[in-house]
């Protein structure tokens, strides 16, 4: 990954870390949102340093898009005592009934606790955190039932925090907090980039049209079978491109257009064309970082 990548959010980074932590104050628990395609990728690295001991409901949004395998992979992972993780489809789902019961379990502690003091439980508080595009304003929208994200958020403005009621049981903040994702490793760089979360220009198209395909060649072959109608796979993924091409008629005189060829396979990606892919596969050590 080009370092110039890395340098895409600075500015904003100390001044949003700094309200988010804020914040969190504030807050029973946060709701993280992750990209159903890649929740490695799309987590912030730095948020377990500031979430503390807090639980976490992690969404992973656009499930529409993810492979369900997949997703029912990184939820069993992600899943322990402090951290609960379901998949949504943000458009289309009925999900608020859902985050107010999950919201309730993952806050059981705290709730039996007051209760035990003789308190009667108040609603319950959540900050909506993610990486930018991931959904946390169509969440808060959805949530609030109309347009309450980015409304009234002038900057040098000090406003006392708008909270959202989803429920007698559960309150959201009306301000996501916005995060960098993982840059860390150059992977997470090219599957961010294939995916639209990092912008086009600070990347080279052949770069993630020959990742992707390369691992689709590896985990989903039949999706590049099927939807290029190929007899079969090449050896390279330059070869399997070219063959794509050739079958597509993505040709310049004749000969492949390459620039066409990336530049279309990655459009194809974007625009799930081949089907509902996931790009990352949790192992133990994503495990580890991912929840
Ligand atoms: N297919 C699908 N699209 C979704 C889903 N959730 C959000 N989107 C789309 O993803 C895009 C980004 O959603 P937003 O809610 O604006 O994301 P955000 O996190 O507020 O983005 P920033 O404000 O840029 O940080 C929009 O085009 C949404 O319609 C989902 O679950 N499925
Ligand atoms: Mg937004």
């Known amino acids: 990954m080009p370092s110039n990548v890395i340098q895409w959010f600075p500015g904003h980074m100390a001044k949003a870390k700094r309200q988010m932590e804020e914040n969190l104050k504030k807050v029973d628990f946060i709701i993280e949102i992750r990209d159903a395609r890649m929740p490695y990728s799309s987590k912030n690295p730095l948020i377990d340093e500031m979430v503390h001991q807090k639980p976490r409901l992690v969404i992973l949004s656009k499930k529409d898009k993810a492979d369900p395998k997949r997703s029912e992979q990184w939820i069993q992972a992600m899943n322990n005592e402090q951290t609960r993780a379901i998949a949504i489809d943000l458009i289309h789902d009925n999900f608020r009934s859902r985050i107010i019961q999950e919201s309730l379990e993952l806050n059981r502690a705290f709730i039996e606790k007051q209760k035990k003091r003789g308190i009667r439980p108040r609603a319950l508080r959540a900050m909506i955190v993610g990486i930018p595009n ?113 079958k597509r008629g993505w040709l310049l005189k004749g000969d492949i257009d390459e620039n066409r060829t990336m530049r279309t396979f990655i459009q194809d990606i974007r625009s799930s064309k081949l089907g509902r892919i996931t790009w990352e596969i949790p192992t133990s050590e994503q495990e580890e970082i991912g929840a």
């Open 134 to 246: 991931v959904g946390k304003s169509t969440l808060i929208n959805s949530l609030a039932k109309r347009k309450a994200a980015q409304t009234g958020d002038k900057p040098g403005v000090t406003k006392s925090l708008q909270w959202i009621k989803v429920g007698p049981e559960l309150e959201v903040l009306d301000t996501p907090g916005v995060l960098w994702p993982k840059f860390e490793s150059q992977q997470s760089g090219l599957i961010l980039a294939a995916l639209g979360s990092i912008k086009d220009d600070v990347v080279h198209m052949d770069d993630l049209a020959l990742y992707c395909c390369q691992y689709l060649m590896d985990h989903q072959p039949e999706a590049l079978l099927q939807t290029y109608g190929l007899s079969k796979l090449e050896e390279t993924p330059w070869q399997t491109l070219q063959a794509i091409a050739r």
